[in-house]
C-alpha cells in the first residue's frame, strides 16, 4: 500500500483543513449474568461521571442500547441527565424480539441432539452451537454492532473522529493525551486501534502515573469519511469486533482464530485494509467478575461465562415472550422433543 498517495488524498481533502473534533460514544446494554455483574453498567457509568476528566475537543455522548430492564435504563437515564449527559435512546420492543427466528442453517446434525448423546468432541462444541442458533435474537436484544453503527453514525454528525466504544472504557488524561499523539502525527489515516487494557479494581485508573501495559483487543476510531462500518451479521460472542479487524488487516492474535463450519465466514479484505494506526490505550472497568478479567486462562473463561450468559438471557426473554402470549410455548427450544423441553413453569 502506497500510504504517501494516502497522505496526498487526504491533504487535498477539505476535510484535511478541519480541525480534530472527536465525539467519544459509550455504548450500554443489558447485564449479561454472569459474564457481568447485575448492576454493572450502572455501577461504572457512574464512576465514569464521577471520576473521568474532561477531554480536549471532545464531546461526550451514550448509547443506551436496548436495556430490557426498565428499572436499570430508568437509573442510568437519571444519572446521565444529573450530570448533563447527551444520550440516544435504542428501545427494547419485547413483541420485535418475539418475532426472532431461530438460526439452524449450517449446523451440524448433532448439535441439536440431546445433550445425553454428547461425545466429547460435541460437548465441548454445545456452548458455541446454544449462541449460535440464538444468532437472530441475540442481534435484536443485544444488538452489539447494531448498536455501535447507530454510535458511529451518530457521532458522525458531531465531529472528525469517532469513537464508537464499548460502555465501560475509561479514558485518562494520559491515554487521551497519547491517542491525541498519535492521530496528530498521521492524520491522514482513516482509522486508529486502541489497545485495551482490563482492569479488576476501577481506583487503580486515578492513581498517578497509572500506565499499564494494554494486551486485549483494542477499541477502534474511525474518521468521519472511513468508509467501513461493523457488520451486523455478526453477534455478541462470535467476534463481532475482530470480524472488522480481519478486514481493515489489523494484526493480533484474531489472525489465528479458528472459523468453525457453522460460524460466518472470515470477510476478505476491504479497500482501506491497512490504513490503519495505532494510537495510546483505554481501560476498560471492571466487569464485576475479577477471576475473568486476568490471569492464566481468564480469556477462556470469559468465554464459557459470556456463552452462558447469552444463553441464559435470552432464555429468559424467550419466557418472557411466552408468558406475555407474544409466542407459542412450543417454540422455547427448537429441535427437541417436548421432554427435553423446559416446563413453562
Known amino acids: 500500500m502506497d500510504l ?14 478541519e480541525p480534530d473534533t472527536f465525539c467519544l460514544t459509550r455504548i450500554i446494554g443489558n447485564d449479561l449474568v454472569p459474564r457481568h ?4 453498567s450502572l455501577e461504572n457509568v457512574a464512576f465514569i461521571l464521577e471520576h473521568e476528566p474532561a477531554l480536549d475537543n471532545c464531546t461526550k455522548f451514550w448509547v443506551l442500547n436496548r436495556i430490557f430492564d426498565a428499572d436499570e435504563e430508568t437509573s442510568i437515564i ?6 448533563g449527559q447527551s444520550y440516544h435512546r435504542i428501545p427494547f420492543d419485547l413483541s420485535a424480539y418475539a418475532r426472532q427466528p431461530w438460526d439452524l442453517d449450517g449446523l451440524p446434525e448433532h448439535a441439536l441432539r440431546p445433550d445425553s448423546d454428547d461425545d466429547e468432541a460435541t460437548a465441548k462444541e454445545r456452548p458455541s452451537f446454544a449462541t449460535i442458533i440464538r444468532r437472530s435474537k441475540s442481534n435484536y436484544a443485544i444488538n452489539n454492532n447494531g448498536a455501535r453503527n447507530i454510535a458511529l453514525t451518530l457521532g458522525r454528525t458531531m465531529a472528525k473522529w469517532v469513537l464508537p466504544w464499548d460502555g465501560n472504557c475509561f479514558m485518562t488524561q494520559a491515554a487521551w ?11 491522514y489515516l482513516p482509522y486508529f ?9 476501577n481506583a487503580a485508573v486515578l492513581r498517578d502515573g497509572f500506565n499499564p501495559t494494554s494486551r486485549e483487543e483494542p477499541q477502534i476510531i474511525f474518521r468521519r469519511d472511513a468508509e467501513e ?9 462470535h467476534r463481532p469486533k475482530v470480524e472488522l479487524l480481519w478486514r481493515l488487516a489489523v494484526p493480533g492474535v484474531w489472525d489465528d482464530f479458528e472459523v468453525k463450519e457453522h460460524e460466518l465466514p472470515r470477510p476478505s479484505l476491504c479497500a482501506e485494509a491497512g490504513r490503519v494506526g495505532n494510537a495510546g490505550w483505554v481501560a476498560r472497568l471492571n466487569s464485576g467478575n475479577p477471576t475473568l478479567e486476568v490471569g492464566r486462562k481468564s480469556g477462556s473463561r470469559r468465554g464459557a461465562a459470556r456463552n452462558a450468559a447469552i444463553v441464559a438471557f435470552l432464555d429468559m426473554l424467550d419466557q418472557a415472550s411466552v408468558d406475555a402470549g407474544l409466542m407459542p410455548a412450543d417454540n422455547l427450544l427448537p429441535g427437541r422433543e417436548a421432554k427435553d423441553r423446559p416446563s413453562d413453569g
Open 78 to 83: 437519571k444519572l446521565l441527565e444529573a450530570h
Open 229 to 237: 462500518m461493523f457488520d451486523e451479521r455478526f453477534p455478541y460472542g
Open 177 to 187: 493525551a497519547s491517542i491525541r499523539g498519535s492521530i496528530d502525527e498521521k492524520p
Open 193 to 201: 486501534v486502541v489497545p485495551m487494557v482490563r482492569i479488576t479494581d
Open 37 to 40: 455483574q447485575k448492576g454493572q
Open 4 to 17: 504517501s498517495q494516502v497522505r496526498a488524498d487526504y491533504q487535498a481533502s477539505p476535510l484535511a483543513a
